[in-house]
């Protein structure tokens, strides 16, 4: 069964460094998206992205944070200088038509 | 933002039992609603949806009933197996434009053999 698959499943970075997180989503999929779960909260919506623009971000995402399809396979997460409170599990899905959006594994995101 | 409301963190039932998750929400514009299922260090799974033009879908063991009028959705596993013991979340959109997903922060299942 396809999934959406993401690396690295474990990233630990500095303080004001940058990260990127990979996800390469269910490949007849046009809607993708990112989510974010800080440990003990809920998960929490960060952008979508459709037709290789983004449609829709939330609060959270803001200008040290970009998406990006740079191939017909690849949908990347970029934080351009991390913080301690961007520490939590990102979560990559893809969906066919918006609806019923499936989820990768995450990628745990440790930043000290 | 308490948009989509899961109250119970825990629920513990009997193998083969029924077991009810619940869920409310406050925004009357959510024309979706979708339950996942998660286990530990693993991205939450779709498991069935609703339109909010339903009341009712089901899916082998699983049901999801719908009250628009009381804001109130439920999830029903029959008979629960103790391979279905996860955490649920509920979740829900709106069809206009941003379908971006608001999750309630999730109820722990616990099937007992």
């Known amino acids: 069964e396809p999934e959406v698959t993401q690396t690295p499943s474990h990233q630990v970075t500095q303080m004001g460094q940058e990260v990127i997180l990979r996800c390469v989503p269910i490949s007849n999929h046009l809607y993708f998206y990112w989510y974010r779960q800080i440990l003990g909260q809920k998960v929490e919506f960060l952008v979508s992205f459709y037709n290789n623009e983004i449609s829709e971000k939330s609060e959270i995402f803001d200008d040290q944070f970009s998406v990006e399809r740079p191939d017909g396979s690849n949908f990347t997460l970029k934080i351009r200088s991390t913080k301690l409170e961007d520490s939590a599990m990102y979560f990559c899905a893809s969906s066919e038509n918006g609806r019923g959006q499936y989820f990768g594994p995450g990628t745990r995101l440790t930043v000290t | 933002d308490q948009q989509v409301k899961q109250n119970s963190p825990s629920l513990s039932v009997q193998e083969g039992r029924i077991s009810i998750l619940n869920c409310d929400y406050t925004?009357?514009?959510?024309?979706?609603f979708l339950w996942y299922k998660k286990y530990p260090a693993e991205g939450p799974t779709f498991l069935i949806s609703?339109?909010?033009?339903?009341d009712k879908n089901e899916d082998g063991r699983f049901t999801v009933f719908l009250n628009k009028s009381a804001k109130h959705l439920s999830l029903h596993i029959v008979p629960s197996q103790p391979g279905d013991s996860a955490v649920y979340f509920c979740?829900?959109?709106?069809?206009?434009?941003?379908?971006?997903?608001?999750f309630g922060s999730g109820t722990r299942l616990q099937v007992q053999p």
């Open positions: 925004n009357s514009m959510f024309d979706y």
């Open positions: 979740a829900a959109y709106m069809d206009t434009g941003r379908r971006a997903l608001t």
């Open positions: 609703i339109s909010s033009i339903k």
